[in-house]
Protein backbone atom coordinates (compact mmCIF):
# COMPACT_ATOMS: atom_id res chain seq x y z
CA UNK A 1 0.00 0.00 0.00
CA UNK A 2 1.22 3.31 -0.61
CA UNK A 3 2.07 5.49 2.69
CA UNK A 4 -0.52 8.27 2.54
CA UNK A 5 -1.55 9.46 5.53
CA UNK A 6 -4.83 11.87 5.75
CA UNK A 7 -5.37 13.79 8.85
CA UNK A 8 -8.05 14.12 10.66
CA UNK A 9 -10.01 11.59 9.65
CA UNK A 10 -13.29 12.84 10.91
CA UNK A 11 -14.00 16.35 11.71
CA UNK A 12 -17.24 18.38 12.63
CA UNK A 13 -17.19 21.97 12.46
CA UNK A 14 -19.49 24.83 12.65
CA UNK A 15 -20.19 27.29 9.53
CA UNK A 16 -17.50 30.13 9.43
CA UNK A 17 -14.45 27.97 11.23
CA UNK A 18 -11.03 27.38 9.37
CA UNK A 19 -10.42 23.91 8.64
CA UNK A 20 -6.66 22.96 7.59
CA UNK A 21 -6.70 18.75 6.35
CA UNK A 22 -3.38 17.59 6.21
CA UNK A 23 -1.86 15.04 3.38
CA UNK A 24 0.94 13.34 4.00
CA UNK A 25 2.80 10.98 2.03
CA UNK A 26 6.02 8.88 2.69
CA UNK A 27 6.35 7.56 -1.01
CA UNK A 28 8.30 10.51 -2.28
CA UNK A 29 5.66 10.99 -5.47
CA UNK A 30 5.71 14.09 -7.13
CA UNK A 31 1.79 14.53 -7.91
CA UNK A 32 -0.45 15.18 -5.08
CA UNK A 33 -4.11 15.71 -5.23
CA UNK A 34 -7.46 16.85 -3.36
CA UNK A 35 -10.84 15.48 -4.05
CA UNK A 36 -13.66 15.73 -2.82
CA UNK A 37 -16.22 12.75 -3.14
CA UNK A 38 -20.38 13.91 -2.70
CA UNK A 39 -23.25 11.53 -4.09
CA UNK A 40 -24.13 12.48 -7.84
CA UNK A 41 -20.64 14.00 -8.36
CA UNK A 42 -18.19 11.07 -7.80
CA UNK A 43 -14.66 12.70 -6.94
CA UNK A 44 -13.99 15.77 -8.29
CA UNK A 45 -10.77 17.59 -8.10
CA UNK A 46 -9.94 20.54 -5.97
CA UNK A 47 -6.62 21.44 -6.21
CA UNK A 48 -3.34 19.58 -7.42
CA UNK A 49 0.50 20.11 -7.12
CA UNK A 50 3.19 18.77 -9.01
CA UNK A 51 6.15 19.77 -7.00
CA UNK A 52 6.81 22.07 -3.80
CA UNK A 53 5.69 25.48 -3.46
CA UNK A 54 3.50 24.65 -6.76
CA UNK A 55 0.13 24.15 -7.28
CA UNK A 56 -2.68 24.48 -9.60
CA UNK A 57 -6.66 24.88 -9.51
CA UNK A 58 -9.15 22.32 -9.91
CA UNK A 59 -12.40 22.27 -11.21
CA UNK A 60 -13.72 22.77 -8.05
CA UNK A 61 -11.59 24.92 -5.85
CA UNK A 62 -13.94 27.94 -4.98
CA UNK A 63 -13.60 28.24 -1.17
CA UNK A 64 -10.37 26.15 -0.89
CA UNK A 65 -6.70 27.18 -0.81
CA UNK A 66 -3.43 24.92 -0.86
CA UNK A 67 -0.11 24.67 0.33
CA UNK A 68 3.30 22.20 -0.20
CA UNK A 69 6.25 23.43 1.47
CA UNK A 70 7.49 20.06 1.51
CA UNK A 71 7.58 17.17 -0.73
CA UNK A 72 5.52 15.09 1.61
CA UNK A 73 3.17 17.28 3.09
CA UNK A 74 -0.16 18.81 1.02
CA UNK A 75 -2.63 20.68 3.04
CA UNK A 76 -5.92 21.65 2.12
CA UNK A 77 -7.72 25.01 4.04
CA UNK A 78 -10.80 25.98 3.89
CA UNK A 79 -10.78 29.68 5.26
CA UNK A 80 -14.15 29.75 6.54
CA UNK A 81 -15.90 26.36 6.19
CA UNK A 82 -20.08 26.47 4.80
CA UNK A 83 -22.68 23.50 5.08
CA UNK A 84 -21.60 22.90 0.53
CA UNK A 85 -18.29 21.99 1.87
CA UNK A 86 -20.12 19.00 4.08
CA UNK A 87 -17.79 15.90 1.64
CA UNK A 88 -15.29 13.30 2.39
CA UNK A 89 -12.13 14.53 1.25
CA UNK A 90 -9.82 12.20 -0.74
CA UNK A 91 -5.94 12.95 -1.06
CA UNK A 92 -4.02 11.04 -3.49
CA UNK A 93 -0.70 10.71 -4.77
CA UNK A 94 0.87 9.89 -8.35
CA UNK A 95 4.35 8.57 -9.08
CA UNK A 96 5.45 9.45 -12.34
CA UNK A 97 4.14 12.11 -15.17
CA UNK A 98 1.71 9.85 -16.26
CA UNK A 99 0.57 6.95 -14.43
CA UNK A 100 -2.82 5.81 -11.97
CA UNK A 101 -3.51 7.15 -8.57
CA UNK A 102 -2.82 6.12 -5.18
CA UNK A 103 -5.59 7.20 -2.28
CA UNK A 104 -5.32 8.20 0.97
CA UNK A 105 -8.16 6.65 3.71
CA UNK A 106 -10.64 9.82 3.41
CA UNK A 107 -11.06 12.60 5.79
CA UNK A 108 -15.30 13.41 6.60
CA UNK A 109 -15.98 16.69 7.16
CA UNK A 110 -18.96 17.94 8.68
CA UNK A 111 -19.90 21.48 8.34
CA UNK A 112 -22.81 22.56 10.64
CA UNK B 1 -17.38 20.14 -21.97
CA UNK B 2 -15.05 17.26 -21.08
CA UNK B 3 -16.94 14.49 -18.99
CA UNK B 4 -16.79 10.84 -18.19
CA UNK B 5 -20.17 8.68 -18.12
CA UNK B 6 -20.47 5.10 -16.60
CA UNK B 7 -23.35 2.57 -17.18
CA UNK B 8 -25.09 1.45 -15.76
CA UNK B 9 -25.64 3.13 -12.01
CA UNK B 10 -25.75 0.43 -10.08
CA UNK B 11 -26.27 -3.40 -11.34
CA UNK B 12 -27.34 -6.14 -8.81
CA UNK B 13 -26.29 -9.96 -9.48
CA UNK B 14 -25.92 -13.22 -8.20
CA UNK B 15 -22.73 -14.65 -7.80
CA UNK B 16 -21.47 -16.48 -10.20
CA UNK B 17 -23.06 -14.45 -13.21
CA UNK B 18 -20.97 -12.14 -15.54
CA UNK B 19 -20.83 -8.07 -15.41
CA UNK B 20 -19.80 -5.42 -17.63
CA UNK B 21 -19.40 -2.38 -16.76
CA UNK B 22 -19.25 0.70 -19.03
CA UNK B 23 -17.19 4.39 -19.03
CA UNK B 24 -17.24 6.72 -22.10
CA UNK B 25 -15.50 9.67 -22.12
CA UNK B 26 -15.12 13.16 -24.01
CA UNK B 27 -11.61 14.47 -22.88
CA UNK B 28 -9.40 16.81 -24.22
CA UNK B 29 -6.03 15.41 -24.67
CA UNK B 30 -6.20 12.56 -23.57
CA UNK B 31 -4.07 9.67 -21.93
CA UNK B 32 -4.98 7.08 -20.46
CA UNK B 33 -8.31 5.71 -18.57
CA UNK B 34 -7.68 4.15 -15.33
CA UNK B 35 -10.31 2.01 -13.26
CA UNK B 36 -10.48 2.05 -9.38
CA UNK B 37 -12.70 -0.42 -7.00
CA UNK B 38 -14.03 1.97 -4.02
CA UNK B 39 -15.48 -0.45 -1.18
CA UNK B 40 -16.63 2.33 1.82
CA UNK B 41 -13.23 3.84 1.93
CA UNK B 42 -10.34 4.88 -0.78
CA UNK B 43 -10.71 3.86 -3.74
CA UNK B 44 -8.39 1.19 -5.21
CA UNK B 45 -6.33 0.55 -9.04
CA UNK B 46 -7.37 -2.13 -10.66
CA UNK B 47 -6.14 -1.28 -14.53
CA UNK B 48 -4.30 2.03 -16.53
CA UNK B 49 -5.16 1.33 -20.45
CA UNK B 50 -3.10 3.22 -22.95
CA UNK B 51 -3.60 1.38 -26.13
CA UNK B 52 -6.72 0.94 -27.71
CA UNK B 53 -7.98 -3.01 -28.38
CA UNK B 54 -5.23 -4.39 -25.90
CA UNK B 55 -7.16 -6.15 -23.30
CA UNK B 56 -5.82 -6.08 -19.38
CA UNK B 57 -6.27 -9.31 -17.42
CA UNK B 58 -6.03 -9.34 -13.70
CA UNK B 59 -7.94 -12.87 -12.46
CA UNK B 60 -11.39 -12.33 -13.02
CA UNK B 61 -11.30 -8.88 -14.23
CA UNK B 62 -10.40 -7.46 -17.79
CA UNK B 63 -10.80 -4.23 -19.30
CA UNK B 64 -9.84 -3.03 -22.88
CA UNK B 65 -10.19 0.65 -24.61
CA UNK B 66 -11.53 1.69 -27.55
CA UNK B 67 -9.98 5.04 -28.80
CA UNK B 68 -12.01 5.61 -31.78
CA UNK B 69 -15.48 5.26 -29.65
CA UNK B 70 -13.83 6.53 -26.78
CA UNK B 71 -14.95 3.74 -24.32
CA UNK B 72 -13.74 1.65 -22.08
CA UNK B 73 -15.06 -2.17 -20.70
CA UNK B 74 -14.56 -3.47 -17.40
CA UNK B 75 -15.46 -7.51 -17.67
CA UNK B 76 -15.79 -9.25 -14.35
CA UNK B 77 -16.94 -12.95 -14.72
CA UNK B 78 -17.85 -15.78 -11.76
CA UNK B 79 -18.63 -12.69 -9.91
CA UNK B 80 -18.54 -12.97 -5.99
CA UNK B 81 -19.96 -11.70 -2.81
CA UNK B 82 -16.41 -9.45 -2.35
CA UNK B 83 -17.10 -7.81 -5.67
CA UNK B 84 -19.41 -5.66 -4.60
CA UNK B 85 -18.21 -2.38 -4.39
CA UNK B 86 -18.71 1.03 -6.68
CA UNK B 87 -16.34 0.79 -9.68
CA UNK B 88 -15.03 3.99 -11.20
CA UNK B 89 -13.53 4.90 -14.19
CA UNK B 90 -11.18 8.38 -14.84
CA UNK B 91 -9.66 9.94 -17.77
CA UNK B 92 -6.32 11.27 -17.76
CA UNK B 93 -5.76 14.62 -19.50
CA UNK B 94 -2.92 16.65 -20.22
CA UNK B 95 -0.92 17.55 -17.09
CA UNK B 96 -1.51 14.61 -15.07
CA UNK B 97 -5.04 15.06 -14.34
CA UNK B 98 -8.02 13.08 -14.02
CA UNK B 99 -11.65 13.27 -14.69
CA UNK B 100 -13.61 10.84 -13.03
CA UNK B 101 -17.19 9.22 -13.85
CA UNK B 102 -19.31 9.11 -10.93
CA UNK B 103 -19.28 5.26 -10.50
CA UNK B 104 -21.54 1.81 -11.11
CA UNK B 105 -22.69 0.30 -7.65
CA UNK B 106 -22.34 -3.29 -7.79
CA UNK B 107 -23.95 -5.59 -5.50
CA UNK B 108 -23.56 -9.31 -5.80
CA UNK B 109 -26.02 -11.37 -4.07
CA UNK B 110 -25.30 -15.06 -2.24
Known amino acids: DAGITQSPRHKVTETGTPVTLRCHQT?????MYWYRQDPGHGLRLIHY???????DKGEVSDGYSVSRSKTEDFLLTLESATSSQTSVYFCAISERVTGELFFGEGSRLTVL | EDKVVQSPLSLVVHEGDTVTLNCSYE??????LLWYKQEKKAPTFLFML????IEKKSGRLSSILDKKELFSILNITATQTGDSAVYLCAAEYTGNQFYFGTGTSLTVIP
Open chain 2, 50 to 53: TSSG
Open chain 1, 27 to 31: ENHRY
Open chain 1, 49 to 55: SYGVKDT
Open chain 2, 27 to 32: VTNFRS
